[in-house]
């Protein structure tokens, strides 16, 4: 038996333990135990009365798989469900990654407006945050500039701003260490993908190869559908030689 408090940090743990189970199920290409994984980490944070994570549960885990599933109005409408039911009880990192997350969901509607609002709330958010006040819980204290850079990279990128989805994603590349080799993967991928839009595409690939080498260390099924991405990206150019090579990489790849 336990006191009503030990029980709500047996629920806290348990919710961080079943939403990394979610995690890696999307990792490992299984969207539909990933859902049933967050729904049951959402309601575990509620039996924890811990709305904060509640809402990182709803903006970082299930608007990502939304975003995955090709739902962009879902991924803002969790992303602001997540701001509603935190609202005062998280700090300001945590309200960072909330408007990142409605920003990705209005980039892809291609709404550049709203957009912009959230992703100037998103940086004016992490601005405020203070690291050395030990505020943050554990489960935020891996958004930092690096990560803000990478979401609104995303954002740039699909609403077509070229030179701003590069310079992001290369200034999240500039501040991920190195030992993160499946997120500088994705990271790679994505500035790849800006510099198609740039019609650098003998870079692109160059950049691409860099991911290539990245991912064959790693099993990341999110790593392989940047990839596929990035090939229907350019697939318009496909007669030129420098991508008749990554593509020729990429079948050598997928044999071994």
């Known amino acids: ?10 629920f806290a743990a348990v919710a961080r333990l079943t939403e990394l189970a979610g ?15 967050y729904i049951q980490a959402l309601r575990l944070a509620q039996a924890a009365g811990d709305r904060g994570y509640g809402g990182y549960v709803l903006a970082a ?3 990502h798989l939304a975003a995955q599933l090709g739902n962009p109005r879902e991924i803002a409408q969790l992303a602001r469900a997540a701001q509603e039911g935190a609202r005062g009880r998280v700090t300001p990192r945590a ?3 909330f408007h990142a997350a409605e920003a990705r969901g209005h980039a892809l509607m291609g709404d550049v407006r ?3 609002a959230a992703s100037g709330r998103a940086v004016h958010a992490l601005e405020a945050a203070d690291p050395s006040s030990g505020d943050d819980p554990a489960w935020i204290a891996h958004f930092d500039e690096a990560y803000l850079a990478d979401e609104l990279a995303h954002c740039h990128r699909d609403l ?4 701003a989805a590069a310079r992001c994603a290369q200034e999240s590349l500039d501040g991920l260490p190195e030992n993160k080799a499946r997120r500088r993967a994705i990271g790679l991928v994505l500035l790849a993908s800006a510099q198609v839009q740039q019609r650098e595409i003998e870079q692109a690939c160059n950049t ?12 990341s099924n999110r790593g392989a559908e940047y990839l596929d991405d990035f090939q229907q990206r350019l ?11 990554f593509g020729a990489r990429l079948d050598l790849q997928a044999a071994a």
Do not use: H, N, W
């Open 160 to 163: 077509g701003q070229a030179d």
């Open 23 to 37: 995690y890696m199920a999307i990792d490992t290409g299984q969207p539909g135990l990933a859902q049933r994984y």
């Open 1 to 10: 038996s336990y006191r009503e408090a030990i029980g709500r940090e047996l």
């Open 208 to 219: 691409g190869l860099k991911a290539v080498e990245l991912l064959e260390t790693v099993r």
């Open 235 to 245: 697939e318009p150019f496909r007669d030129e030689a420098v991508v008749r090579e």
């Open 95 to 97: 309200e960072a990654m």
């Open 61 to 63: 885990s299930m608007s």
């Open 114 to 116: 709203a957009t912009q």
